[in-house]
T-cell receptor
C-alpha cells in the first residue's frame, strides 16, 4: 500500500487566497483525521470523520476552515480566506476501524506558508 | 496544561546509552500510544499499551503505564544516531467506558543521539 497520500506537499500563498489541501487515506480505512502542527501549539486535531461522516469538528479554528469527505478515498481541507497565522504543517491520518485498531497512519504532511 | 505532556522537552545522549521519556495525562484512557516523528516527516506509530497493561516491549522499546499515576514512560535501549527524532505520546480518552475515538497528542520530546 502507498500509505496516506497528501497533496500538495508544499503550498505558498498570499493572504486572502483560498487554499485546498487534499488527502487520500489508506484503502480500507474508515476513519480520517486532519491535524495541524505548529511550534507554538504542537499537534492539534482539527476534525475527524468516520465512514465519511464528520464526527468531531470542535478543533476547527474558525469558519474559514472547512473539511469534506465525499467518499472513502478522498478528503479535502479548505481555508478561505487564508491568513498568515494559518501557516503550519497540516497532516492527514487514517485508521482501519475504531474500537479494535486505534493506531493512526499519518501522511507526509502539507507545509503551508501564507504570506 | 494539556492531556499528554512529555518530559523532558529535549534529551541529548550518546549512542549506546538508554533514553527514557515520560508522559503524563489527566483523564481516563482506553490506551496510550507512542509515535515518532523525524524532522519534516509525518508521525509513525511505535507502540500501543492498553489501560489494563502495565508494560509492553517491542524490539529496543519498552513502555510502561501506571494508570493510578496517569503516567507512562518510553525507554529506548542501546540508542542509535538513527533514533534522533521527536517522540510523542497520545492518549485515547474514554468517558463512561466509551472511547472518544480520537487521540490527544502531547508536545513531544526531542531526542538527539550523538554518534
Amino acid at each position: 500500500d502507498a500509505g496516506v497520500i497528501q497533496s500538495p506537499r508544499h503550498e505558498v500563498t498570499e493572504m486572502g487566497q483560498e487554499v485546498t489541501l487534499r488527502c487520500k487515506p489508506i484503502s480500507g480505512h474508515n476513519s480520517l483525521f486532519w491535524y495541524r502542527q505548529t511550534m507554538m501549539r504542537g499537534l492539534e486535531l482539527l476534525i475527524y470523520f468516520n465512514n465519511n461522516v464528520p464526527i468531531d469538528d470542535s478543533g476547527m479554528p474558525e469558519d474559514r476552515f472547512s473539511a469534506k469527505m465525499p467518499n472513502a478515498s478522498f478528503s479535502t481541507l479548505k481555508i478561505q480566506p487564508s491568513e498568515p497565522r494559518d501557516s503550519a504543517v497540516y497532516f492527514c491520518a487514517s485508521r482501519p476501524r475504531q474500537g479494535t485498531y486505534n493506531e493512526q497512519f499519518f501522511g507526509p504532511g502539507t507545509r503551508l506558508t501564507v504570506l | 496544561s494539556q492531556q499528554g505532556e512529555e518530559d523532558p522537552q529535549a534529551l541529548s545522549i550518546q549512542e549506546g546509552e538508554n533514553a527514557t521519556m515520560n508522559c503524563s495525562y489527566k483523564t481516563s484512557i482506553n490506551n496510550l500510544q507512542w509515535y515518532r516523528q523525524n524532522s519534516g516527516r509525518g508521525l509513525v506509530h511505535l507502540i500501543l499499551i492498553r489501560s489494563n497493561e502495565r508494560e509492553k516491549h517491542s524490539g529496543r522499546l519498552r513502555v510502561t503505564l501506571d494508570t493510578s499515576k496517569k503516567s507512562s514512560s518510553l525507554l529506548i535501549t542501546a540508542s542509535r544516531a538513527a533514533d534522533t527524532a521527536s517522540y510523542f505520546c497520545a492518549t485515547d480518552a474514554v468517558a463512561g467506558g466509551t472511547s472518544y475515538g480520537k487521540l490527544t497528542f502531547g508536545q513531544g520530546t526531542i531526542l538527539t543521539v550523538h554518534p
